[in-house]
Protein backbone atom coordinates (compact mmCIF):
# COMPACT_ATOMS: atom_id res chain seq x y z
CA UNK A 1 0.00 0.00 0.00
CA UNK A 2 2.55 2.41 0.74
CA UNK A 3 4.57 1.56 -2.20
CA UNK A 4 0.96 2.16 -4.15
CA UNK A 5 1.02 5.71 -2.53
CA UNK A 6 4.50 6.43 -3.18
CA UNK A 7 4.12 5.50 -6.84
CA UNK A 8 1.13 7.55 -7.66
CA UNK A 9 2.90 10.50 -5.55
CA UNK A 10 6.07 10.10 -7.87
CA UNK A 11 3.74 10.18 -11.05
CA UNK A 12 1.69 13.00 -9.61
CA UNK A 13 5.19 14.99 -9.14
CA UNK A 14 6.63 13.84 -12.43
CA UNK A 15 3.64 14.70 -14.51
CA UNK A 16 3.47 17.96 -13.51
CA UNK A 17 7.26 18.36 -14.45
CA UNK A 18 6.26 17.41 -18.38
CA UNK A 19 3.01 19.67 -17.86
CA UNK A 20 4.94 22.66 -16.95
CA UNK A 21 7.99 21.73 -19.84
CA UNK A 22 5.72 21.81 -22.61
CA UNK A 23 3.17 24.82 -20.58
CA UNK A 24 4.52 27.90 -22.55
CA UNK A 25 3.59 25.69 -25.88
CA UNK A 26 0.16 25.27 -24.25
CA UNK A 27 -0.13 29.32 -23.55
CA UNK A 28 0.84 29.76 -27.08
CA UNK A 29 -2.01 27.50 -28.54
CA UNK A 30 -3.99 30.10 -25.69
CA UNK A 31 -3.29 33.13 -27.44
CA UNK A 32 -2.44 32.20 -30.98
CA UNK A 33 -5.91 30.62 -31.54
CA UNK A 34 -8.32 33.59 -30.28
CA UNK A 35 -6.06 35.93 -32.00
CA UNK A 36 -6.54 34.07 -35.57
CA UNK A 37 -9.95 33.43 -34.86
CA UNK A 38 -10.92 37.12 -34.09
CA UNK A 39 -8.70 38.30 -37.16
CA UNK A 40 -10.18 35.69 -39.42
CA UNK A 41 -13.95 36.57 -37.85
CA UNK A 42 -13.48 40.28 -38.73
CA UNK A 43 -10.86 40.38 -41.64
CA UNK A 44 -12.12 38.07 -43.91
CA UNK A 45 -15.10 38.37 -46.23
CA UNK A 46 -16.63 34.79 -46.39
CA UNK A 47 -20.64 35.17 -47.05
CA UNK A 48 -21.18 32.10 -45.69
CA UNK A 49 -20.94 30.86 -41.98
CA UNK A 50 -20.37 27.69 -42.59
CA UNK A 51 -17.76 27.99 -44.40
CA UNK A 52 -16.21 30.78 -42.41
CA UNK A 53 -16.46 27.95 -39.23
CA UNK A 54 -14.84 25.61 -40.86
CA UNK A 55 -12.15 27.65 -42.43
CA UNK A 56 -11.53 29.03 -38.74
CA UNK A 57 -11.49 25.36 -36.94
CA UNK A 58 -9.41 23.61 -40.13
CA UNK A 59 -6.64 26.46 -39.51
CA UNK A 60 -6.56 26.59 -35.55
CA UNK A 61 -6.37 22.88 -35.80
CA UNK A 62 -3.53 22.98 -37.51
CA UNK A 63 -1.76 25.24 -34.46
CA UNK A 64 -3.07 22.20 -32.04
CA UNK A 65 -1.84 19.71 -34.52
CA UNK A 66 1.45 22.03 -34.38
CA UNK A 67 1.16 21.70 -30.07
CA UNK A 68 1.09 18.11 -30.47
CA UNK A 69 4.24 17.80 -32.34
CA UNK A 70 6.09 19.59 -29.83
CA UNK A 71 5.55 17.58 -26.93
CA UNK A 72 6.05 14.09 -28.97
CA UNK A 73 9.41 15.97 -30.15
CA UNK A 74 10.41 16.92 -26.53
CA UNK A 75 9.41 13.27 -25.08
CA UNK A 76 11.92 11.80 -27.67
CA UNK A 77 14.32 13.97 -27.03
CA UNK A 78 14.11 13.75 -23.64
CA UNK A 79 13.97 9.45 -24.09
CA UNK A 80 17.18 10.62 -26.35
CA UNK A 81 19.54 12.45 -23.52
CA UNK A 82 18.65 10.63 -20.82
CA UNK A 83 17.54 13.06 -18.24
CA UNK A 84 14.45 10.83 -17.42
CA UNK A 85 16.72 8.76 -15.26
CA UNK A 86 16.69 10.64 -12.43
CA UNK A 87 13.08 10.26 -12.13
CA UNK A 88 12.64 6.54 -13.15
CA UNK A 89 15.07 6.22 -10.21
CA UNK A 90 12.50 7.13 -7.82
CA UNK A 91 9.12 5.03 -7.55
CA UNK A 92 7.94 6.43 -10.70
CA UNK A 93 7.24 3.29 -13.07
CA UNK A 94 8.45 3.48 -16.69
CA UNK A 95 4.63 3.15 -17.60
CA UNK A 96 4.17 6.12 -15.50
CA UNK A 97 6.50 7.97 -17.21
CA UNK A 98 5.02 7.41 -20.90
CA UNK A 99 2.18 8.11 -19.35
CA UNK A 100 3.08 11.59 -18.35
CA UNK A 101 4.10 12.05 -21.47
CA UNK A 102 1.36 10.73 -23.13
CA UNK A 103 -1.10 12.94 -21.50
CA UNK A 104 1.23 16.18 -22.34
CA UNK A 105 1.29 15.09 -26.21
CA UNK A 106 -2.44 14.34 -26.48
CA UNK A 107 -4.62 15.07 -24.08
CA UNK A 108 -3.63 18.36 -22.34
CA UNK A 109 -3.00 19.95 -25.95
CA UNK A 110 -6.41 19.24 -27.12
CA UNK A 111 -8.25 20.76 -24.00
CA UNK A 112 -5.90 23.49 -24.44
CA UNK A 113 -7.21 24.08 -28.21
CA UNK A 114 -11.45 23.47 -26.70
CA UNK A 115 -10.60 26.35 -24.35
CA UNK A 116 -8.78 28.83 -26.69
CA UNK A 117 -10.91 28.12 -29.30
CA UNK A 118 -14.14 28.53 -27.31
CA UNK A 119 -13.15 32.30 -25.72
CA UNK A 120 -13.45 33.94 -29.24
CA UNK A 121 -16.43 32.50 -30.23
CA UNK A 122 -18.24 32.75 -26.93
CA UNK A 123 -17.13 36.44 -27.41
CA UNK A 124 -18.34 36.79 -30.86
CA UNK A 125 -21.49 34.51 -31.35
CA UNK A 126 -21.84 32.02 -28.26
CA UNK A 127 -24.05 29.99 -31.01
CA UNK A 128 -20.93 29.55 -33.55
CA UNK A 129 -19.11 26.67 -32.20
CA UNK A 130 -22.93 24.20 -32.46
CA UNK A 131 -23.23 25.59 -36.34
CA UNK A 132 -19.90 23.33 -37.14
CA UNK A 133 -21.98 20.06 -35.67
CA UNK A 134 -19.98 17.94 -32.96
CA UNK A 135 -19.42 14.90 -35.50
CA UNK A 136 -16.75 17.58 -37.23
CA UNK A 137 -15.07 18.32 -33.82
CA UNK A 138 -15.13 14.62 -32.47
CA UNK A 139 -13.47 13.86 -35.62
CA UNK A 140 -11.28 16.54 -35.08
CA UNK A 141 -9.54 14.86 -32.00
CA UNK A 142 -9.71 12.00 -33.40
CA UNK A 143 -7.68 12.27 -36.19
CA UNK A 144 -5.43 14.38 -33.30
CA UNK A 145 -4.81 12.27 -31.03
CA UNK A 146 -4.06 9.30 -33.82
CA UNK A 147 -1.39 10.87 -35.93
CA UNK A 148 -0.06 12.25 -32.41
CA UNK A 149 0.18 8.31 -31.09
CA UNK A 150 1.88 7.09 -34.25
CA UNK A 151 4.98 9.93 -33.85
CA UNK A 152 4.91 8.89 -30.30
CA UNK A 153 5.10 5.04 -30.45
CA UNK A 154 7.68 5.68 -32.99
CA UNK A 155 9.76 8.37 -30.55
CA UNK A 156 9.21 5.83 -27.67
CA UNK A 157 10.78 2.84 -29.74
CA UNK A 158 13.98 4.64 -31.84
CA UNK A 159 14.34 7.82 -28.81
CA UNK A 160 15.60 9.93 -31.96
CA UNK A 161 13.89 13.57 -31.89
CA UNK A 162 14.76 13.48 -35.39
CA UNK A 163 12.43 10.45 -36.76
CA UNK A 164 9.05 12.64 -34.79
CA UNK A 165 10.14 15.71 -37.22
CA UNK A 166 10.18 13.55 -40.04
CA UNK A 167 7.08 11.56 -39.36
CA UNK A 168 5.50 14.85 -38.54
CA UNK A 169 5.84 16.66 -42.25
CA UNK A 170 5.14 12.92 -44.12
CA UNK A 171 1.96 12.35 -41.52
CA UNK A 172 0.84 16.22 -41.86
CA UNK A 173 1.86 17.19 -45.18
CA UNK A 174 3.44 15.03 -47.46
CA UNK A 175 0.85 11.81 -47.06
CA UNK A 176 -2.26 13.87 -46.68
CA UNK A 177 -1.36 15.42 -50.35
CA UNK A 178 -0.84 12.42 -52.04
CA UNK A 179 -4.33 10.46 -50.24
CA UNK A 180 -6.22 13.37 -52.10
CA UNK A 181 -4.60 13.27 -55.17
CA UNK A 182 -5.10 9.30 -55.21
CA UNK A 183 -8.67 10.04 -54.81
CA UNK A 184 -9.07 12.53 -56.75
CA UNK A 185 -8.03 10.38 -59.83
CA UNK A 186 -10.15 7.14 -58.62
CA UNK A 187 -13.31 8.74 -57.41
CA UNK A 188 -14.67 11.00 -60.29
CA UNK A 189 -17.91 9.92 -61.52
CA UNK A 190 -19.04 8.16 -64.71
CA UNK A 191 -15.77 5.21 -63.80
CA UNK A 192 -17.85 2.42 -62.08
CA UNK A 193 -14.81 0.59 -62.55
CA UNK A 194 -12.69 2.55 -60.83
CA UNK A 195 -15.24 2.45 -57.47
CA UNK A 196 -13.37 -0.35 -55.49
CA UNK A 197 -10.12 1.65 -55.91
CA UNK A 198 -11.98 4.93 -54.30
CA UNK A 199 -13.37 3.04 -51.81
CA UNK A 200 -10.02 1.37 -50.49
CA UNK A 201 -8.53 4.93 -50.78
CA UNK A 202 -11.36 6.51 -48.63
CA UNK A 203 -10.95 3.80 -46.01
CA UNK A 204 -6.74 4.50 -45.86
CA UNK A 205 -8.20 8.49 -45.74
CA UNK A 206 -10.61 8.03 -42.97
CA UNK A 207 -8.00 5.69 -41.21
CA UNK A 208 -6.26 8.75 -40.38
CA UNK A 209 -7.68 11.80 -42.05
CA UNK A 210 -11.16 11.71 -40.59
CA UNK A 211 -11.75 15.29 -40.31
CA UNK A 212 -9.47 16.37 -43.45
CA UNK A 213 -11.33 13.68 -45.54
CA UNK A 214 -14.46 15.02 -44.43
CA UNK A 215 -13.32 18.20 -45.59
CA UNK A 216 -12.01 17.68 -49.07
CA UNK A 217 -15.13 15.89 -49.53
CA UNK A 218 -13.86 12.09 -49.73
CA UNK A 219 -16.38 9.76 -49.85
CA UNK A 220 -17.43 8.84 -45.83
CA UNK A 221 -16.24 5.65 -44.40
CA UNK A 222 -17.53 4.62 -40.98
CA UNK A 223 -15.13 1.45 -41.05
CA UNK A 224 -12.16 3.64 -42.07
CA UNK A 225 -13.31 6.19 -38.42
CA UNK A 226 -14.16 3.02 -36.51
CA UNK A 227 -10.59 1.82 -37.66
CA UNK A 228 -9.01 4.82 -36.60
CA UNK A 229 -10.45 4.53 -33.24
CA UNK A 230 -9.39 1.33 -32.76
CA UNK A 231 -5.80 2.52 -33.93
CA UNK A 232 -5.40 5.00 -31.54
CA UNK A 233 -6.55 3.26 -28.67
CA UNK A 234 -4.07 0.25 -29.85
CA UNK A 235 -1.23 2.63 -30.07
CA UNK A 236 -2.12 3.71 -26.56
CA UNK A 237 -1.77 0.25 -25.00
CA UNK A 238 0.88 -0.67 -27.29
CA UNK A 239 3.09 2.24 -26.04
CA UNK A 240 2.41 1.30 -22.10
CA UNK A 241 3.19 -2.71 -22.51
CA UNK A 242 6.16 -1.42 -24.09
CA UNK A 243 7.28 0.75 -21.72
CA UNK A 244 6.77 -1.55 -19.21
CA UNK A 245 8.87 -4.85 -20.50
CA UNK A 246 11.37 -3.03 -23.13
CA UNK A 247 12.03 0.21 -22.15
CA UNK A 248 15.67 0.96 -21.38
CA UNK A 249 17.17 4.55 -21.09
CA UNK A 250 21.02 5.03 -20.90
CA UNK A 251 22.56 8.10 -19.56
Not at 157 to 173: C, D, E, F, T
Request: charged letters at 10%; aromatic letters at 12%; glycine letters at 6%.
Amino acid sequence: MAGSRAALGAFRAYARYVLNSVAKWNLLLAVLTPLLVVYAYTALYIPSTSVLLRFLVTLTGMAYYLLTIVAVYYFALDLSRGTCMVFLSQPLTRRGYVLAWMLASAVVPALAYVLSLAVPFLVLDARALLDLGSEDYALLFLEGLTLTMVMFSAGLASKRPSLVILLALVLHLLLPIAVGTVYSIVAPPGRPWLSRYADAVAFVSYLLYPYRSKLIGVQYSSLGVYSNAALAAALVVASLEYARRRLEVSG
